[in-house]
């Protein structure tokens, strides 16, 4: 007696989760104002075009070469947190 057990493969290119297309942005609380609609997230080291054009539309804010503590900046109140 003989069971052919053929080995189950694994499906190519199949994940099992959705690909989700709503980018929400994900930002925190402006300390200042707390709010978050006018915080947009600091970009370290040397921008790529994309990043540049995102910072054009204030998408993003180049925070340059050198790293401070701070990850997000708000518009309104023109400080890094
Ligand atoms: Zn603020």
Redesign the pocket.
């Known amino acids: 007696m003989q069971h052919t057990h053929s080995e189950a493969s694994p499906r190519p290119g199949r994940s099992p989760r959705p690909a989700r297309r709503t980018r929400k942005r994900k930002v925190p609380l402006?300390p200042?104002?707390h709010?978050s609609d006018?915080?947009i997230p600091i970009l370290y080291g040397f921008p790529s075009d994309a990043a540049f054009m995102r910072a054009e539309r204030g998408e993003v804010y180049l925070g340059g070469y050198e790293v401070t503590p701070y990850s997000h900046y708000?518009k309104?109140?023109d400080?890094e947190f």
């Open positions: 402006c200042y104002c709010e006018e915080v708000c309104r109140d400080r």
